[in-house]
């Protein structure tokens, strides 16, 4: 039976469960809501319609380290909550802002290198401004998990941690067995492919994370879970859980032969290769041509490492 809580904050489902009550009872929310002005007193609005007041919330999952993710956790700190984050986003939850600021540093080098026209990139510089700071959570807030973390809830149900890496390293989901449930964050998307952005091996080196390689494999392991119900953290629930990982594997399996076909026939500028692939490319918004040309990016690197192991 299913035992937990929805509310939306902005477009951010958060789930609430109620904690056994030998783990100490009162609730575990799964996210922590977006970085936006009004979040937090909509949060406590959605709460209190629950019945639920904020003292009771004693756990946060947070999914990955997106600001429309851990927004809020900075504030529900003060709350003392404990957070649960995967370890491998420790730098992006410790930092906040000063973790963002490099990444996009680190992302406008790697575009530019690849071929992106100033035009649209110092737009989408210009757009990052706009961004609300994004507060750390503090050190003694955070408890860093990897997968098989359990948490006991009411009616001997027990919620475990998942690892999922792809969309960001330190992405997790949760898992109800009892219930064949899970809790996806941003890993698995109803009508949607989950992006997987460009992430580095640590905060100090320019060297790419393969995050397409990483989400690749976190979906077939997905696929061997006994899933009935995905609840993400943006949209709709999704019941066909499996056709959903099938399409994601089948696209980026037709996305690569695409543009193996184009380095093939020696256009190997990655941005050209962009325009190529997306045919609406220089219609697009500019954050959507970003995101465009970070997957392909993503793909020719993961292409580029076969071949050399081969």
């Not at 946060?60 to 995967?86: P, R, W």
């Not at 998307?189 to 060297?207: A, D, F, M």
């Not at 976190?218 to 099938?246: F, M, R, W």
């Not at 997957?295 to 292409?303: A, P, S, T």
Request: glycine letters at 4%; proline letters at 5%.
């Amino acid at each position: 039976m299913t035992i937990h809580k929805k509310i939306t904050v902005d477009s951010n489902h958060l789930y609430l469960f109620p904690l056994a009550d030998f783990a100490g009872g009162g609730y575990l929310m799964i996210d922590a809501g977006p970085n936006s002005d009004q979040a937090f007193d909509k949060l406590n609005e959605n709460l209190n319609s629950t019945n639920i007041k904020l003292s009771s919330l004693k756990k946060i999952i947070i999914t990955h380290a997106h600001s429309d993710h851990m927004g809020l956790a900075n504030i529900l700190s003060k709350q003392d909550i404990e957070f649960y984050v995967g370890a491998p986003d420790m730098s992006a939850y410790t930092s906040g802002s000063q973790f963002e600021a490099i990444i996009i540093r680190k992302t406008a080098a790697v575009l530019k290198k690849n071929g992106m026209p100033d035009s649209i990139l110092n737009q989408w510089l210009e757009n990052k401004k706009s961004r609300l700071p994004l507060s750390a959570i503090p050190w003694a807030n955070i408890k860093p998990v990897v997968g098989k973390h359990t948490f006991p809830l009411m009616n001997n149900q027990m919620l475990e941690i998942v690892a999922c890496p792809g969309h960001t390293p330190g992405s997790i989901a949760a898992y109800i067995p009892q219930t064949q449930e899970i809790f996806s964050g941003d890993t698995i998307l109803n009508n949607k492919i989950p992006s997987t952005g460009l992430h580095y091996e640590s905060i100090s080196t320019e060297k790419q994370w393969p995050g397409i390689t990483h989400f690749l494999n976190t979906i077939k392991q997905l696929k061997l879970i006994d899933i009935k119900k995905v609840y993400p953290a943006h949209g709709s629930e999704i019941i066909n859980c499996q056709a959903i990982l099938d399409y994601y594997l089948e696209h980026f399996m037709n996305f690569e032969k695409k543009i193996l076909l184009l380095l093939n026939n020696n256009l190997t500028n990655p941005f050209e290769i962009t325009k190529k692939t997306y045919k609406h490319f220089l219609d697009f918004p500019v954050n959507n041509q970003v995101q465009a040309m970070i997957k392909i990016i993503c793909i020719i690197e993961k292409l580029n490492n076969a071949k050399q192991k081969n």
